[in-house]
C-alpha cells in the first residue's frame, strides 16, 4: 500500500489551484501549529504522518478551502487504513 503522505502529494500535484503567495506562508506555518496544539489539548496524539500531511498543505501553498476538504479526506482514510490493519 502506497505511503498516504505519498498518496496525497500525487493527489495536490494532480489538482489544478493557485497556489498561495509566498507572504501567507508563516501565518499558514501558525495556524497549522495552533491546530496542533488544539489537538494535544484535546488529547489527541498525533503520528509523524499528520505532522508530514500538515507541513505538506503548507509547502504546497494549498489555498485553505481546498486543504480543509483534503485534510478531512485524509482524516477518512487514516481511520480507513487503522480499521483495514485491525
Known amino acids: 500500500m ?17 497556489p498561495r503567495r509566498q507572504e501567507d506562508i508563516p501565518a499558514m506555518m501558525a495556524a497549522y501549529c495552533e491546530a496542533i ?4 489539548i484535546e488529547g489527541l496524539e498525533l503520528v509523524s504522518d499528520d505532522h508530514s500531511f500538515c507541513l505538506l498543505l503548507v509547502e ?18 487514516v481511520l480507513s487504513r ?5
Open 60 to 77: 504546497t501553498q494549498i489555498p485553505v478551502d481546498v486543504a480543509i476538504g483534503l485534510a478531512q479526506d485524509y482524516n477518512r482514510d
Open 37 to 40: 496544539a488544539n489537538c494535544k
Open 82 to 86: 487503522q480499521k483495514l490493519a485491525a
Open 2 to 18: 502506497e505511503n498516504i503522505i505519498d498518496t496525497y502529494r500525487n493527489r495536490i500535484k494532480a489538482m489544478g489551484y493557485e
